[in-house]
């Protein structure tokens, strides 16, 4: 009787790569030598060895070489593998840390930088987002191909401030790995005028943009900014009279309420919904001299500000002050026809403190959240700003005197005229660029 068909041998290999994990893998044949080795062998001839067939030695010397291909490739593969399980095991270590949706307290000084929003793909503009992304990676909060993607970690700024704007209390929301003294480690990777001065949990969906009720900021400006139009307009020994003042915070109270804003943002249209925005309260704080130059400080309170609205309204009045255009101009202002309003420089506008009443009556005192006011933090907040912000304001108008050259252009503005009428006949004018709602400070 012929014997029975010769089972295939099966091999098994047990790799152990450095991780420890075993993987055990099972060499066979492929492709056609799989098959004939199921076959039934031929019937033996009496004591003799089955005639081998015309090319089954070349046959077989291609089965072997196709078998150590096999191997060969089964060897790579399991390399391959056991790098990226060696490689994957801080990634893994991160995994096992939950994740979690905080709000971070940021406060930083904006001189050289082109605003607070990152410009993913541009090198050229470096941003605020720019150092702090950096940061958040190279501390091991947030994996790699989150700094790429903001949006893998759910980060949203309460304020997108502009150029040169700095912040006193600015607040961001992302998910995070809440790894150990996750401040200090963030902070080591930060210059010294950005600085996390905060840390709180908050609600899963949360949102810091939408989340926010109001902005606070303030526009810090040396005094002789009131002065008359014939006044010395760099003199630093000037000083703010109580009538003077009181005129100013008489014209600041004229923008509170709800108003059409089209005029002080080169955004929106006369007719657009959006351009209607809600302020809260504005007025002018007591002067105080610093290094022998007299300062103030504008503090204005609203739900949220279009692109460069605080330094036009900022401008407005003190081109009112000094005596460049009339009181009626403010009225003006909301009707539909275009008024030349002058932008005071981006230098002295700081945003201060970010407001969420409706959140924290929700959730702040839930026993699982804690209410988003920084109370704790405000020794921090008050050192940094005389640490950082303060010094970096009245350094630079005095070596750089950047508000004694823009109240030099203020001749040129004509505040009588409309933007028709400015441009002649048969000029046609532009209609206001379109912008996005604005998210509480871009200016």
């Known amino acids: 009787m012929p014997p029975w068909p010769a089972s295939p041998r099966r091999t098994f290999v047990h790799v152990r790569p450095p991780s420890g994990r075993a993987l055990r893998f099972r060499l066979r044949p492929r492709g056609p030598a ?14 003799g060895e089955a005639p081998v067939p015309v090319g089954t030695q070349q046959e077989q010397d291609r089965k072997g070489r196709r078998g150590w291909q096999g191997t060969a490739r089964i060897w790579e593969e399991t390399e391959q593998q056991a790098k990226k399980l060696k490689s994957s095991e801080d990634g893994e270590q991160h995994r096992k840390l939950p994740k979690r949706k905080v709000v971070l307290l940021v406060a930083y000084s904006g001189k050289g930088y082109h605003g607070m929003q990152r410009n993913v793909g541009s090198s050229k503009f470096k941003t605020i987002e720019d150092d702090l992304v950096s940061a958040l990676v190279r501390s091991g909060c947030i994996p790699e191909n989150h700094g790429e993607d903001m949006r893998k970690m759910s980060f949203q700024r309460c304020a997108r401030t502009d150029k040169g704007v700095s912040a006193a209390g600015q607040v961001v929301s992302l998910k995070v790995w809440l790894i150990d003294d996750l401040l200090e480690k963030i902070n080591s990777h930060l210059p010294s005028h950005i600085r996390i001065l905060g840390l709180k949990r908050v609600t899963g969906g949360f949102n810091s943009k939408n989340k926010c009720d109001a902005r606070t900021y303030f526009y810090m400006l ?51 919904p959006s351009a209607r925005r809600y302020i809260l309260d504005m007025f002018c704080e007591e002067p105080f001299v610093r290094e022998g130059m007299e300062f103030a400080v504008i503090k204005v309170k609203g739900q949220s500000f279009m692109t460069h609205q605080i330094r036009k309204m900022v401008g407005l009045v003190v081109a009112v002050v000094k005596g460049y255009a009339p009181e009626s101009v403010l009225e003006r202002c909301w009707g539909e026809a275009k008024v030349d309003v002058p932008k005071a420089p981006g230098l002295g506008l700081v945003l201060e403190r970010v407001h969420f009443e409706k959140y924290n009556q929700r959730f702040g005192h839930d026993g699982l959240h804690e209410p988003l006011d920084w109370a704790r933090e405000e020794a921090e907040v008050a050192a940094f700003k005389e640490q950082h912000i303060y010094p970096t304001i009245i350094s630079t108008e005095r070596h750089e005197r950047s508000m004694a050259q823009w109240l030099s252009t203020l001749p040129v503005h004509d505040f009588s005229a409309t933007a028709h009428a400015a441009a002649g006949p048969g000029t046609k004018v532009p209609r206001a660029l379109e912008g996005s709602d604005g998210d509480g400070g871009s200016d």
Do not use: W
């Open 34 to 47: 799989r098959a004939q080795s199921a076959a039934p062998l031929p019937p033996m001839a009496g004591n």
């Open 222 to 272: 040396p005094t002789f900014a009131f002065a008359h139009k014939d006044h010395d307009a760099q003199d630093e020994t000037y000083r703010l009279q109580a009538e003077t003042l009181g005129r100013v915070n008489r014209l600041l109270a004229c923008y509170r309420g709800t108003h059409n804003f089209h005029n002080f943002t080169s955004q929106k249209g006369p007719r657009e």
